[in-house]
């Protein structure tokens, strides 16, 4: 399936992917992350039930504290 990851195209094999498949899948480590699909927020306890599709447009964002 095509989809728009952090602004870039990306091709992701199958028809349909949970969010927390596309993390193990594109190696995402933080612990904190903001995730979005087409702009609505996805919460950590729904990674494994919230699916990507093809022609979507997902937000992967990491949040790293510094100071």
Known sequence: MNI????????IP???LSISDILRLKNFSFPNLVI????QL?????YDSALVHDGDIVEIIHLISGG
């Open 14 to 16: 199958g028809d349909s």
């Open 42 to 46: 996805i919460r950590k306890p729904q």
């Open 4 to 11: 728009q990851l952090n602004n870039n195209p990306d091709i």
């Open 36 to 39: 979005k699909i087409n702009g």
